[in-house]
């Protein structure tokens, strides 16, 4: 079955600190992306990689940058958290192809204090 | 901008009630996904709609893909407990069909 594993369910961290999220797909997709889910927001893109160490920009990159090493992993990093970047992270595989679908991990809620 | 505008935003139903829910846009989509996020998880696809006109069931879930291709409707017919959730509707972006666009939801709600 297809599995996208993202390494924490719950992180707190605190103001300034670099935080990295992981995030593990074992289902060979060349696509991965990373979402931030925030109530009447909905999901709004950060980035996305459609192969290994090529990435693009999503709606929202300010204040993240992203690493891909290898196909299967791909991780965000908060430089510097703030408090506004409290919220639900989402991270995603996918084929290539218009119409194929993102599978999703089961998220990453982060608090900044 | 290509939005997709999903409504209603909220919906509260008792168990055996049927109801609709509207994913619409101005833009023209070449298809159009179904997904639902239950509390706690992340989106899981229900299903894509390709053809202008078409319909697609899956089990009480009925998906609509408008004529124009710029609308799709989801039905469920005597909504369950198990149908609460998030209801996520998504488009590739015309301008990078990597990306999806996103409607903001429906939250249902179908209470026992």
């Known amino acids: 079955d297809v599995k996208v594993t993202q390494s924490s369910r719950y992180l707190v961290k605190r103001t300034g600190e670099k935080v990295f999220l992981e995030c593990v797909q074992d289902m060979d997709h060349e696509n991965m992306f990373w979402y931030r889910q925030d109530p009447g927001l909905g999901l709004r893109l950060i980035y996305f990689?459609?192969?290994?160490?090529?990435?693009e920009k999503g709606d929202i990159p300010e204040g993240y940058s992203v690493s891909r090493e290898k196909k299967e992993r791909f991780s965000l990093i908060l430089e510097s958290a703030s408090t506004n970047q409290t919220s639900m992270y989402l991270c995603a595989s996918s084929f290539r192809g218009l119409r194929k679908p993102q599978h999703f991990g089961d998220g990453t809620r982060l608090s900044i204090l | 901008t290509q939005l997709l505008e999903q409504s209603p935003q909220f919906l509260s139903i008792q168990e055996g009630e049927n109801l609709t829910v509207y994913c619409n846009s101005s833009s023209v989509f070449s298809s159009l996904q179904w997904y639902r996020q239950e509390p706690g998880e992340g989106p899981v696809l229900l299903v894509t709609?390709?053809?202008g006109g078409e319909v697609k069931k899956l089990k009480r879930l009925t998906f609509q893909f408008g004529d124009a291709r710029k609308d799709s409707s989801l039905h469920i017919t005597a909504a369950q407990p198990g149908d609460t959730g998030l209801y996520l509707c998504?488009?590739?972006?015309?301008?990078?069909?990597?990306?999806?666009?996103w409607g903001l939801g429906t939250s249902l709600a179908v209470n026992p």
């Open positions: 990689s459609y192969d290994v160490k090529m990435k």
């Open positions: 998504a488009a590739p972006n015309a301008g990078n069909n990597r990306k999806l666009i």
């Open positions: 709609v390709v053809t």
